[in-house]
């Protein structure tokens, strides 16, 4: 292929997002086609594409049109096995946002699909393995110099959610993100997790439970604790300590300058996930881009996206439980071994 002609499914927020960055950062794609189930979606996503970008609110219809080579699937988790199917089944590389599926279920039929299908297709949007700050960290910690990861303390605060965000969004929806990248960064699997409910925040005005403490041991023994708050009241604040045998590792925080004025010295805590990331995005997209036109896939799997939702099936069962509860893959298919 000389060139992705991308079919984009879901004109949302990060949707649009993806349509800005590729058609303006992104070498060696283009978006042709956008699809939304409602047409004033998908005009808004035409729009940004620019003109000549055909408009469709069926995505079999955009994903099997000629023109289009690869896809792009923004709509929320619960939609994505559909659009993620009918490009395998089309043969088209397609860039799933996380999470590949909202259950392990969804995820292992589009596994299987891909397996069927025999070539690898697939790349799932876990952005974070591609975030600068992630990549010195698992570079720190692969030098083999400060020992053997022991402990991992993470922070996910955000300031406000939509009204419609539950308890079980906390992990399949934000959670998600440690639970691809932790492993990667760690080298390592999940083995049991188990997530506790502190007092709720009194902001919370509906059922949902807010903040939750998720409790993640590797198979290597390693335990993170992760603090999932997305009512903290002050921005976007992604923290991460790896403390091992001889030294501990911390994520950089966004550097924004230090300012001193009246008494005070205070600093700037990102807004939201679109800037706190937004460098690793164009770098994940531009990879993915990469890969689909040599044939191939980066980042993480489809089977890494099934095993992030059969982990996060694993925290959804102890909100309710309460106890820790085993995560079991089967082990990774030969297909999916690098
Ligand atoms: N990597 C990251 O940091 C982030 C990833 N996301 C992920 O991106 C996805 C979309 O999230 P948002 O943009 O916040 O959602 P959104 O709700 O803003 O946009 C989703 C869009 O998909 C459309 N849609 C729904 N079902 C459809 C279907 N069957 N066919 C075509 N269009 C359909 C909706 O009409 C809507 O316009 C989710 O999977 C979410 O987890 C979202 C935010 C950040
Ligand atoms: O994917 C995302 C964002 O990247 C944020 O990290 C989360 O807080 C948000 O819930 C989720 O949509």
Redesign the pocket.
Known sequence: MENLNIAL???????REHIERIQNRIRGAKIVAV????EE?AKKGAEIAGAGTKIYTD?NEAINDPDVNAVVV????Q??K??VLAAIKAGKPVFS???LANTAADGKEIVEAEMAGGKHLVQV?F?RRYDRGYRQVKELIDSGKFGAPMVIKCTHRADGVADDYTTAMAVT?TAIHEIDVLPWLVNDEWDEVQCIMPKTNSKVKNALKDPQIMIMKTKGGIINMLEVNVNCGFGYDINCEVVCENGVVNLPCPSFPTVRYANEVSTKIEDN?ILR?IDSYDVEIQDWVDHALKGETGGSSAWDGYVASITADALVKSQTSGVPEKVVTGGTPDFYKK
């Open positions: 499914i879901g004109c949302g927020m990060i949707g699809c939304d189930v409602f979606g995505f923004t709509t929320p988790g939609f994505h559909g659009p946002e996380k999470p949007g952005m929806d996930w990331f």
